[in-house]
């Protein structure tokens, strides 16, 4: 039975705001991908260019994924979060005034940089302030945001754009963005003891690192931690293969594909995105029960992963056997579902394997999907400047989503990661 607090707690504040930080990330990171006709129309871009342009994005956030995670780890999620928010909500509103392709590349490149490492500094968070028997819930409804963001980022661009034009759009969802940081600045707190709203009860659920927060850090142990997540990162990426086809090229699909205008495209896409707003939640609600009933990890984790990978895949194969509107629009949402299913039990696998590290192993494990934002976005434009064929990227997709289910297995929740010890100081024998 599911009970309703009677006061919204600190903690749950907490995860509130990053939900919100999710669901601003993804509209600052998806609205050019909606914008995309009208930017490519205004300034000639071919579709390789707007390739190249979606993906600008990805390499510093590639990059920052692991960067951004160390800070986190050594400066705390509130400073880190402060300083990427200012970066990611000046980008966007600079974007309003883009006057050709190299100036949109270099802003969308500062919009990698300023997001590179939220993700990874959100999971920093969630460690302290959620409890275990949670993180699964946790990954996957702050997720659910994003996903949400994708599916009204459609419909909300184009009716933006329709009064104050694509650039205007930009500025507007920008200055959102600022406003969030000022909020998080002022209501968060590294040490969940420090915060004047948590209870003794919510410590106790929370079940904190007695280590006071101006103690020393302990070192990230680079040469050990990097393996131990690559299984992790693999299969991150070939989750985020797909993803980022859906984020990045699902409106001009419907728009190029079939021929629909902006606000029929939108609609469609946003369509596909609310069935990850569904699959997100579900995911880290089932790999929780699982965990819970079983108390076995690598059920509640890797079988989640694997069945969310297969079913995808199976989607997306039944793509290529029908050109029914209709038809695609329900397999790609079916695949978008299954797709999402994974995110709550993978983004709680760093948290299981190195509670210590969570930021840096989520930095780790998100530059998989990171890589793939970078060269997906490029594939998927070169293949339909070369073929004309809008359906065909996606064989790539089926591949790769087979390949991340035989990975899972390796990555192994149930081991956690341990932290060496120092080594004793020699005593030399008296002489």
Known sequence: MITIPRRITA???????????????????????????AIKAELGLSNIELGLVF????????????????????????RTLFICGLIWAAATVATGFVGGM???????????FGEGATFPTAT????SWVASDQRGFAQGITHSFARF?????????????????????????????FIWVAVWVLYY????????GVTPEDLDRLAINTRKATGPRPAVPWSRLVPRMAP?????????????LY????????????????????????????????????????????????????????????VGMLGAAICLAGVFLTKELTLVALLLSAGFFFLELVIGPIWSVPMDIAPQFAGTASGLMNFGSAFAAIVSPLTFGLIVDMTGNWILPFAGSIGLLLLGAALAFRMHPERPFEVEPEAPPRILPAE
């Open 11 to 37: 903690p749950g504040m907490v995860l509130f705001l990053l939900c919100l930080m999710y669901f601003i990330t993804y509209v600052d990171r998806v609205n050019v991908g909606t914008a995309g006709p």
């Open 55 to 78: 993906s600008a994005f990805a390499y510093p956030y590639a990059v920052f994924q692991i960067v951004g995670g160390a800070m986190a780890d050594k400066w705390g999620a509130r």
């Open 102 to 112: 190299l100036s949109l590349f270099l802003v969308r490149f500062a919009l990698g």
């Open 124 to 127: 920093r968070a969630m460690q």
């Open 149 to 177: 963001g994708n599916a009204v980022t459609p419909p909300l661009v184009v009716l933006m754009m329709a009064f104050v034009g694509w650039r205007g759009a930009f500025v507007v969802l920008g200055v959102l963005s």
């Open 189 to 196: 707190r590294d040490d969940p003891r420090e915060h004047p």
């Open 232 to 244: 992790v990162t693999l299969t991150y990426f070939c989750y985020g293969w797909s993803l980022w």
């Open 247 to 306: 984020l990045n090229w699902l409106p001009s699909f419907f728009k190029e594909g079939y021929g629909l205008d902006i606000k029929n495209s939108a609609l469609f896409a946003s369509g596909v995105f609310f069935a990850g707003v569904v699959g997100d939640t579900l995911g880290g609600v089932i790999s929780d029960r699982i965990l819970k009933k079983t108390g076995n990890l690598q059920k509640a984790r890797r079988d989640v992963i694997c």
